[in-house]
T-cell receptor, first 112, second 116 residues
Framework: DQQVKQNSPSLSVQEGRISILNCDYT??????FLWYKKYPAEGPTFLIS?????DKNEDGRFTVFLNKSAKHLSLHIVPSQPGDSAVYFC???????????FGIGTKLQVIP | NAGVMQNPRHLVRRRGQEARLRCSPM?????VYWYRQLPEEGLKFMVY????????ESGMPKERFSAEFPKEGPSILRIQQVVRGDSAAYFC??????????????FGQGTRLTVV
């Protein structure tokens, strides 16, 4: 049962443009949603999170939007930079600690 | 301040051998999580430990896998009698005391286990 779905395995964006990464979920019990970034041969790095009671959270170039009725969230990166090229994991959390359910990831390539 | 340290980075084992993966959390962190990433899949939660306690092992396979986080020393993920299907990247993460659902967890670089 895939509780967190990232249906786009990859995305290519021109430097300076907006990157939009999408994520759908099925578990209504998630309290928080998190985005992690992962470079090859490294562990995931926390990027940004959003509470299930919010619909938007912004941190610099990164904004996460949550549409609870559609069970959909998205990560916007603007402007995109080549250093943003990585795999982005969407994740949900309902355990009160870091028992996180990850999606399969979307590989973002930002083209200079 | 050193991050989460995992060793070895790469581990090759023959079928039937034992694999021991070590994780030292960040300084001041007393909570450790283990995740497994199979090829072409996302990370899957395995176990959550505090010092000397297993809090949640709902993601651990019922057999051959065990984890511990002793009072002194690193957390150990132990896989007995490894099989080819155990080949994966194993990530450890740590968080400070009293984590919530929004507490950032810091991940190590992972141990890539290859069973031949």
């Amino acid at each position: 049962d895939q509780q967190v779905k990232q249906n786009s395995p990859s995305l290519s964006v021109q430097e300076g443009r907006i990157s939009i990464l999408n994520c759908d979920y099925t578990n209504s019990m998630f309290d928080y949603f998190l985005w992690y970034k992962k470079y090859p041969a490294e562990g995931p790095t926390f990027l940004i999170s959003i509470s299930s009671i919010k619909d938007k959270n912004e941190d610099g170039r990164f904004t996460v939007f949550l549409n609870k009725s559609a069970k959909h969230l998205s990560l916007h990166i603007v402007p995109s930079q080549p250093g943003d090229s990585a795999v982005y994991f969407c994740a949900g959390n309902s355990g009160g600690y870091q028992k996180v359910t990850f999606g399969i990831g979307t590989k973002l390539q930002v083209i200079p | 301040n050193a991050g989460v340290m995992q060793n070895p980075r790469h581990l090759v084992r023959r079928r039937g051998q034992e694999a021991r993966l070590r994780c030292s959390p960040m300084k001041g962190h007393s909570h450790v999580y283990w995740y497994r990433q199979l090829p072409e899949e996302g990370l899957k939660f395995m176990v959550y430990l505090q010092k000397e306690n297993i809090i949640d092992e709902s993601g651990m396979p019922k057999e051959r896998f065990s984890a511990e986080f002793p009072k002194e020393g690193p957390s150990i993920l132990r896989i007995q009698q490894v099989v080819r299907g155990d080949s994966a990247a194993y990530f450890c993460a740590s968080s400070p005391p009293k984590p919530t659902g929004n507490t950032e967890a810091f991940f190590g670089q992972g141990t890539r286990l290859t069973v031949v």
